[in-house]
């Protein structure tokens, strides 16, 4: 076994990965102490040794891989995600970059690459993005249709809300998220009781169907990128070799009717 295959066993192996998730989520842990003034006072240098740590940890992992898959590395998208983070993390967090030092906790989104249901997770989502991108356009269509018919409506008896078109945008997603809108909604009942009619057709149209047209379609999407279970996948490979042995009696069948006939 060459080096690079020994590397590449190594790496697959499960108490590798497992150490690399290890890393992450402690890694993770620690920088979210250091936005304690209590811990850093009492812990900083031991948290900024663990985060270096981390960071080497992850740099020789990093490279071990590139050494292992060497030109297939770069062909897996989640190894650039990978390096991106790495190498966001290597940049100097002092002068000009030092905003660079608030990203490191995007170390925790390696997390996502390590943990396989995780990646199928997030392959599931992006898979969606085409279906979800029509629900997105019906859903500010409808936004936007119900914005004008209240600046049109309510504008004049709540103006703080419904006085322009923008203004009438912003409340009426509030509405959506089902924040403060029955305060909304009476405010404006104050003025028109039939106003009402108007809230609950909005709140049934962009809430209980549009947004569970994307779960929907999220779902959908991760049925759809759901792995086979093995088992399943051995029933379906007994079930092709029947199927040949079938097609090779069927075969030597006609085979046997045929020769008769050529005799005579």
């Known amino acids: 076994m060459s080096g690079q295959e020994r590397v590449r066993a190594i790496l697959e192996s499960?108490?590798?990965?497992?150490?690399?998730?290890?890393?992450?989520?402690?890694?993770?842990?620690?920088?979210?102490?250091?936005?304690?003034?209590?811990?850093?006072?009492?812990?900083?240098?031991?948290?900024?040794?663990?985060?270096?740590?981390?960071?080497?940890?992850?740099?020789?992992?990093?490279?071990?891989?590139?050494?292992?898959?060497?030109?297939?590395?770069?062909?897996?998208?989640?190894?650039?995600?990978?390096?991106?983070?790495?190498?966001?993390?290597?940049?100097?967090?002092?002068?000009?970059?030092?905003?660079?030092?608030?990203?490191?906790?995007?170390?925790?989104?390696?997390?996502?690459?390590?943990?396989?249901?995780?990646?199928?997770?997030?392959?599931?989502?992006?898979?969606?993005?085409?279906?979800?991108?029509?629900?997105?356009?019906?859903?500010?269509?409808?936004?936007?249709?119900?914005?004008?018919?209240?600046?049109?409506?309510?504008?004049?008896?709540?103006?703080?809300?419904?006085?322009?078109?923008?203004?009438?945008l912003f409340t009426l997603f509030q509405i959506m998220t089902g924040d403060d809108w029955g305060n909304v909604a009476q405010e404006v009942m104050e003025q028109k009781p039939w106003a009402w009619i108007f809230f609950i057709v909005y709140i049934l149209m962009s809430t209980f169907v549009a947004l569970n047209l994307f779960i929907a379609v999220v779902v959908n999407a991760m049925n759809e990128e759901g792995e086979t279970p093995p088992e399943l996948a051995a029933v379906k490979e007994e079930l092709a070799a029947v199927n040949a042995k079938l097609d090779q009696l069927l075969m030597r069948e006609r085979q046997e009717e045929l020769r008769p006939a050529a005799d005579r």
Request: proline content about 5%.
């Open 14 to 168: 499960r108490h590798a990965q497992r150490a690399v998730i290890l890393v992450i989520v402690v890694n993770a842990i620690t920088i979210g102490c250091e936005t304690s003034v209590y811990l850093m006072a009492r812990a900083g240098g031991l948290l900024h040794a663990i985060d270096r740590v981390a960071l080497a940890v992850f740099t020789v992992e990093l490279a071990a891989r590139l050494y292992a898959y060497r030109r297939a590395f770069f062909k897996d998208p989640w190894n650039w995600f990978d390096a991106i983070i790495v190498v966001v993390a290597l940049v100097p967090s002092s002068g000009p970059t030092s905003v660079l030092r608030a990203l490191r906790i995007l170390r925790a989104l390696r997390l996502v690459s390590a943990v396989p249901s995780m990646r199928r997770v997030v392959g599931a989502l992006l898979a969606a993005v085409p279906g979800m991108a029509s629900i997105i356009g019906l859903l500010v269509l409808m936004i936007y249709i119900a914005a004008v018919i209240a600046t049109k409506l309510f504008g004049d008896i709540v103006p703080e809300r419904f006085d322009e078109l923008p203004r009438s």
